[in-house]
């Protein structure tokens, strides 16, 4: 499966982004992922959800903000960003894998990446 994240920008503290990744190939069979990467830190899991929707799973630090969803006709996953804060700032990946999981080790394709810069 390929992935092409888009939707990533510069926005002020309190603001939102949706943020999505079109994908290729069989996309319904894949668990999809989002991850992001700050600079100077590690890639660091955000969000996840199962193959049919029923699944998500979030990283404390976002829960309550953020929302993963996806559209398996469209083949696109969906991270909606609200009442973001400045440690929000990374590059934010989407991600596809075989099992439910939040670990980068865990998902074997991945997309390019797209910037989100908060603002303080």
């Known amino acids: 499966v390929q992935l092409q994240a888009s939707g990533g920008g510069l926005v002020q503290a309190g603001g939102s982004l949706r943020l999505s990744c079109a994908a290729s190939?069989?996309?319904?069979?894949?668990?999809m992922g989002w991850f992001r990467q700050a600079p100077g830190k590690e890639r660091e899991f955000v969000a996840a959800?199962?193959?049919?929707?029923?699944?998500?799973s979030y990283a404390d630090s976002v829960k309550g903000r953020f929302t993963i969803s996806r559209d398996n006709a469209k083949m696109t996953v969906y991270l909606q960003m609200n009442s973001l804060k400045p440690e929000d700032t990374a590059v934010y990946h989407c991600?596809?894998?075989?099992?439910?999981?939040?670990?980068?080790?865990?998902?074997?394709?991945w997309g390019q990446g797209t910037l989100v810069t908060v603002s303080s």
């Open positions: 991600a596809a894998a075989r099992d439910f999981n939040s670990d980068v080790s865990g998902y074997a394709y």
């Open positions: 190939g069989r996309f319904s069979r894949y668990v």
């Open positions: 959800i199962s193959q049919s929707g029923g699944r998500t």
